[in-house]
């Protein structure tokens, strides 16, 4: 093992950040401040552990948008264009402000660092609903528009790639709402990046669950299609984030404003 790389995590009781190791292998930590010995684990099937945090993060984020988004639209009928173009507004806004508040919370939340969390949820929530409502607009007008075109290619490959293209704008949105949260040239990439990546991923799942799943209306794809959307866009974003910081990008250590708030990367 070559300890000449070192990461640094929290203690899980007083949250004072330690160095150690970079291993893939089970270490046992004794923390130097509180004396707290506990076990730490830097991987789980190759992912990184801040990576599969994330990753639940987003995923519940998105679920939780499904949940919501149903119960609050399910007596909702829709009669004309333009009552479909509102419950994508709602539906998308639900769906952005809770994987974006989720998302956001989650350094916060695992550090331990209670102002961090509420300003992570508070700006996910703000950014991540006028993403999804400026995207679920867009959505709908784009996949209205695409499928009035040549009625003949409503085929099912057409619904797919036009809901692929579709999600991954919310997904670009999405990541940059993450991206300015975080406050730094590099994260606001990588957000993008990653909220595209993960939009793509969730596009493509809906429509092939919705015809593959027994007796299913499209609510389990829909279930599953808005968390993959959340898990995709956690773990891209920490996997990204991770790779840029390993190989010292100077665009994460470059803040994007000095209005808000300064990325804990800048201030460790």
């Known amino acids: 093992m070559d300890t000449s ?13 330690v160095r150690i190791p ?18 730490y684990k830097n991987s789980f099937l190759g992912l990184s552990k801040g990576v599969v945090r994330l990753l639940a993060f987003g995923a519940t984020g998105g679920f939780v948008g499904f949940v919501i988004s149903e119960i609050f639209l399910h007596s909702v009928l829709v009669n004309n264009y333009f009552e479909l173009l509102r419950q994508a507004f709602i539906n998308f806004s639900i769906l952005g402000l809770c994987i974006g508040g989720f998302i956001g919370s989650a350094e916060g939340y695992i550090k331990k660092i209670k102002y961090r969390m509420w300003y992570g949820i508070k700006i996910g929530v703000i950014l991540g609903g006028i993403g999804g409502a400026i995207s679920g607009v867009i959505a709908q007008l784009l996949f209205t528009f695409l499928l009035n075109i040549d009625n003949a290619n409503n085929n099912f490959f057409t619904h797919m790639m036009i809901r692929t293209f579709c999600w991954g704008i919310f997904g670009l949105l999405l990541g940059l709402s993450y991206g300015i949260k975080q406050n730094t040239i590099g ?40 968390s993959v959307i959340g898990l995709s866009l956690g773990a891209c974003i920490q996997f990204l984030q991770e790779k840029s910081v390993k190989n010292n990008n100077k665009d994460m250590y470059q803040p994007l404003t000095k209005k808000l708030p300064a990325n804990l990367r800048l201030t460790d």
């Open 22 to 39: 970079e291993s893939d292998s089970k270490l046992r930590i004794n923390c130097p401040s509180c004396s707290t010995l506990f076990f």
């Open 187 to 226: 994260d606001l990439k990588s957000g993008l990046i990653s909220g595209l990546i993960g939009g793509v991923a969730g596009g493509l799942l809906f429509d092939p669950l919705s015809v593959l799943l027994p007796f299913n209306d499209g609510l389990i794809s829909r279930a599953l299609g808005y």
């Open 5 to 17: 790389k070192k990461i640094v995590i929290s203690c899980p009781n007083c949250g004072k950040k």
